[in-house]
């Protein structure tokens, strides 16, 4: 009995709102058009809700990385002392709709600077990315780095004044040259997933529902 | 016109998603039967396995990660790719709690959590170690993409890890964390259906699932036949596709736009 | 010492040696300013000539889903765009779906746009904020904005927002200008594609969409605009300062350009070194 | 023409804020220009409590929107439910009843598979499929039919790359070798244009350490 509601009953539920999605996609039909939004709107506030599970997780990373005075316990610990204050200003902003400056200055500055550091960093990688990929060993190799080269000169001014013929190049390799691989990824990347979806669909798909005990 | 009651314009998607279950079905009913269906083997799966003994010969630990996708399991395009990420980490969760061997999953998903920490638990199970599967040191969840990469990065250089696995929804994270998986000289495995990420895996690591074939991989480690049936119908569908667009390219030379008609319902 | 030749060490340098240099070779044109001539590309022509079309009273959807950090790239398009689309005197219904920091986005559009100053608030744009749930929301949008925004960003109930009255859904706006860093001008295509803009006479046959986007999704984005998908499209910092040229402002997309420049030619070099050395020591070996 | 109107801040908040996002952006890429160190360590946790406790706010806010607010001020009983299922996510920590916090997560993955499965059949199939032979209007240059058989020509060979329970052996194989040559062009060209993408934040996060060192103008 409760393997029922453990298991059997989840993947109904899954299945349900998948065919309630399909359905509502293609067809004009009010009731289970209705019943999609309320769906979306009740996975949106779930997924909403969620984010305290993640919290209370990373709260107890650091806790236990305290506790065990590992390594980098000290970092855990200014983690948790800034969490708490920050926690506390958002929580106030939510309550009264008016922003503390501390909260303010936080979010303006240090959050915004490190997420465009870390967004820019990959500049960086890529490069390495780039001298290591990028070596004609073989044909495969040579058209992948034939490819990258002409884009790459196509899209900086700088192609242009060297030759006319790099843009044009370029710009064939980005409009034309990649259309037969991309697409194909894209109509192959759907059958992968509507056989997923099938399957997930049918309860065959059990990997991410692993049985319960 | 509405066919059957069907919006304008998505009345060959419906037909081709019935088809495709249709294929599907008698295929999975035919391995039912016996018909014995040998799916190309992905390298990237076997590696999976070569990583962990060689972290447990190593004494080290195994980065996994599914990416960002969006921050939701519910996302159209991403909340799949997560989950096939979750499932071929339930396989190498056993595999490492068979070897002795650490992993630390990296989720930026919150909502995905309650997936994630049943399916190591249940892993461990399966290897009759439950015991050693303690949730805080074995998933590490960081809100956001970027604050999730920063501590990747720190974690990938302060433990060393023998290899990084990252099999997900994917997005500008896949190049940083497949450099600096590189720089330690960790055995790397990818693969995501994000075609924008795929050059990115393909240059940094080892072993690549592309698109499809991270939804095939989680299939190829389950064996079972029923599920092998499902990618014969894919394969099925291929060749129905390549059919029309050949039926198509000699009819669009001819200038014949009958077809291009019908697939605009 | 070592039978080691200049080029088995080239093979194997450390990367932070480019790093260094790339990092240098990226602050120095900033100083040192090139000013290269941009010629204009036909996705960036297209998002163009669209708000050229725009009449009087028309109201476009911005949906700014690009962080703060993908500013260098879709903050130069986004500001001209918003500029063009102000001096047809269109209205703006700003939200976003993508990142926390929109708010901050929007403002710095605010600041950079001098033509916002003779228009009202409510009245020829609104700002909703952000409402994290990615595709979902493009969906409920497209039916029902005050489903999901009952109030926009100053907490006036969105009923009673004077330009908001008769909008509701996709057949009210018509256009949608989405910038982002990854898929969200897919859910646009996907779930408003079917719907019918409030201006038929648009030319376009499908919802009128176009991204302001990342340079990184251009290849990939350039086949909906080649199908008609996207009506106009940007890719990176490129096509900001051809939006910019377009438009007739000068501002980041044109200034950082020599750095694209500069640090382009450091990457080819670089991968040119590779490869000779690749081949030399190659050829040794047998 | 018409220039940016941004200047360096005058008051204390502004300027403390300039420098301390500049120390956190060299603290951070002390990891790739260096090594990892106590420096980068500090950003890292910095940054890990700033993103989860502005993420909780930003959430908040956004279920006050969505739930709390036609709840309460529009009398919308049936967001109950939902309410609801957000807290049994919850149960994942009480070990007897952590089973109940898959219902409310089986609702996310129908949602997105449902969603995926149908919304991606239009555009990643039929609409490429048009897209691919949907020849050239009449009177174009000769170079667009050649495009256009070119594309055609390349989706089939890559689609034969891709068939999973067939060897790629006999007349098959030198199909899909031509397969993935169209592969390796795709993926350089899209390499290419993400180049310049992450060049140009990199850029910009060049020109603000100028700024910041008042060397360039804001």
């Known amino acids: 009995m409760s393997q029922i509601y453990k298991r059997e009953l989840v993947f109904l539920v899954t299945g349900i709102v998948t065919i309630v999605m399909i359905l509502d996609y293609f067809f004009v039909f009010s009731p289970v058009k209705d019943l999609a939004t309320q769906l979306r709107t009740w996975a949106l506030i779930i997924q909403l809700m969620a984010i305290g599970l993640g919290a209370i997780n990373l709260v107890r990373v650091h806790w236990r990385n305290i506790q065990k005075r590992t390594s980098t316990w000290i970092y855990s610990a200014w983690f948790m002392v800034l969490f708490a204050l920050l926690l506390v200003l958002a929580l106030m902003k939510v309550s009264t709709g008016t922003e503390h400056w501390i909260y303010s200055w936080f979010f303006e500055y240090p959050y915004i600077s490190l997420s465009n550091t870390l967004y820019a960093i990959t500049g960086f990688y890529i490069f390495s990315a780039a001298y290591r990929a990028f070596r004609a060993r073989n044909i495969e190799s040579a058209i992948l780095l034939i490819g990258g080269i002409f884009v790459m000169l196509a899209n900086a001014p700088i192609g242009e004044v060297i030759t006319p013929w790099f843009p044009l190049i370029g710009n064939w390799c980005n409009s034309v040259g990649q259309i037969p691989g991309m697409r194909t990824f894209a109509i192959v990347g759907t059958l992968g997933l509507l056989a997923f979806g099938l399957r997930t669909l049918l309860g065959k798909e059990r990997g991410f529902y692993s049985e319960v005990t | 016109m509405a066919i059957l009651g069907l919006i304008d314009g998505k009345v060959v998607p419906f037909f081709l998603l019935i088809l495709a279950f249709a294929l599907f079905y008698f295929f999975m009913d035919q391995a039912k039967r016996g018909v014995t269906i040998k799916a190309r083997t992905f390298p990237a799966v076997a590696a999976i396995s070569e990583a962990i003994g060689r972290a447990a010969e190593m004494g080290k630990p195994i980065y996994y990660s599914t990416g960002f996708g969006q921050l939701t399991l519910s996302d159209a395009m991403n909340g799949p790719q997560t989950l096939a990420g979750i499932s071929i980490l339930s396989h190498t969760t056993k595999l490492c709690a068979k070897n002795g061997v650490r992993l630390t999953y990296f989720t930026p998903i919150a909502d995905s959590l309650p997936l994630v920490e049943e399916t190591m638990r249940t892993a461990y199970l399966a290897e009759g170690k439950p015991e050693e599967f303690i949730p805080v040191t074995a998933i590490n969840y960081q809100q956001d993409q970027d604050s999730y990469l920063t501590a990747s990065l720190g974690w990938i250089q302060r433990e060393r890890p023998a290899a990084s696995i990252l099999l997900g929804g994917f997005y500008y994270e896949s190049v940083v964390l497949g450099e600096a998986g590189n720089t330690i000289g960790a055995m790397q495995i990818g693969g995501s259906a994000n075609t924008h990420q795929l050059p990115f895996l393909v240059a940094t690591c080892d072993y690549t699932l592309i698109m499809e074939e991270l939804y095939a991989a989680s299939a190829e480690i389950s064996g079972n036949p029923d599920v092998l049936g499902t990618l014969r119908g894919e394969d099925f569908l291929k060749y129905i596709i390549i059919a029309i667009v050949a039926i198509g390219f000699l009819l669009g030379l001819a200038n014949n736009k009958a077809l291009l008609d019908i697939l605009r319902m | ?286 | 023409m018409i220039t940016n109107v941004a200047a360096y801040p005058t008051d204390i908040l502004g300027i403390t804020g300039l420098w301390a996002g500049l120390l956190l952006m060299l603290f951070i890429y002390s990891y790739p220009l260096w090594k990892e160190n106590p420096l980068y360590r500090f950003a890292e946790h910095t940054f890990v409590a700033l993103a989860m406790a502005i993420a909780i706010g930003v959430n908040l806010d956004a279920l006050n929107k969505v739930a709390f607010y036609p709840l309460v001020s529009e009398g919308a009983l049936l967001m109950i439910i939902p309410i609801i299922l957000g807290l049994m996510i919850y149960l994942l920590l009480v070990p007897q009843y952590r089973w109940i916090s898959r219902y409310p997560v089986a609702i996310l993955v129908g949602s997105s598979i449902g969603l995926g499965m149908a919304g991606q059949l239009l555009p990643n199939i039929v609409s490429q499929i048009i897209n691919t032979i949907t020849p050239p209007k009449v009177g174009v240059a000769a170079f667009d039919w050649f495009n256009f058989v070119y594309i055609a020509i390349g989706l089939i060979c890559v689609t034969m790359y891709f068939l999973l329970t067939y060897e790629h052996t006999g007349p098959v194989k030198p199909v899909t070798q031509f397969g993935r040559y169209f592969i390796m062009l795709a993926l350089g060209a899209y390499f290419g244009n993400t180049v310049l993408f992450r060049f140009s934040m990199l850029a910009s996060r060049a020109q603000f350490l100028l700024q910041v060192l008042k060397i360039i103008p804001m």
Request: proline content about 4%; some cysteine; charged content about 20%.
């Open chain 3, 1 to 286: 010492m070592s039978d080691k030749t200049i080029w088995d060490k080239l093979q194997n340098v450390d990367r932070r040696v480019f790093y260094w240099i790339l990092f240098v070779g990226l602050a120095v044109p900033f100083m040192f300013p090139l000013g290269l001539p941009v010629a204009v590309t036909p996705p960036t022509q297209g998002l163009y000539s669209g708000l050229r079309k725009l009449q009087a009273g028309d109201v476009v959807a911005l949906s700014i889903n690009s962080g703060v950090s993908a500013w260098g790239d879709c903050l130069p398009a986004m500001v001209a765009s918003v500029t063009q689309v102000l001096r047809q005197d269109a209205k703006l219904v700003i939200w976003s779906v993508g990142y926390v920091d929109c708010d901050i986005t929007y403002r710095e559009i605010v600041n950079r746009v001098p033509e916002f100053k003779s228009k009202t608030y409510g009245v020829d744009w609104v700002y909703f904020g952000y409402c994290p749930g990615q595709e979902s929301n493009v969906a409920l949008l497209r039916d029902n904005i005050r489903g999901l925004y009952t109030k926009d960003i100053q907490g006036t109930p969105t009923g009673d927002i004077p330009m908001m009255k008769n909008i509701n859904g996709a057949k009210d706006i018509a256009m949608v200008l989405t910038s982002d860093t990854g898929d969200v001008q897919v859910y646009y295509r996907n779930q408003w594609g079917p719907t019918k803009s409030s201006r038929d006479n648009f030319g376009a046959v499908k919802y009128p969409v176009a991204e302001i986007g990342i340079a990184m999704n251009l290849s990939g984005d350039m086949s909906f605009f080649l199908s008609g998908d996207l009506f106009g499209l940007t890719g990176g910092s490129r096509g900001g300062a051809e939006m910019e040229k377009l438009v007739g402002i000068k501002g980041d997309g044109t200034i950082t350009m020599d750095s694209i420049n500069v640090s382009h030619l450091l990457v080819i070099g670089a991968i040119i070194l590779t490869n000779v050395s690749y081949l030399l020591t190659r050829g040794k070996k047998r």
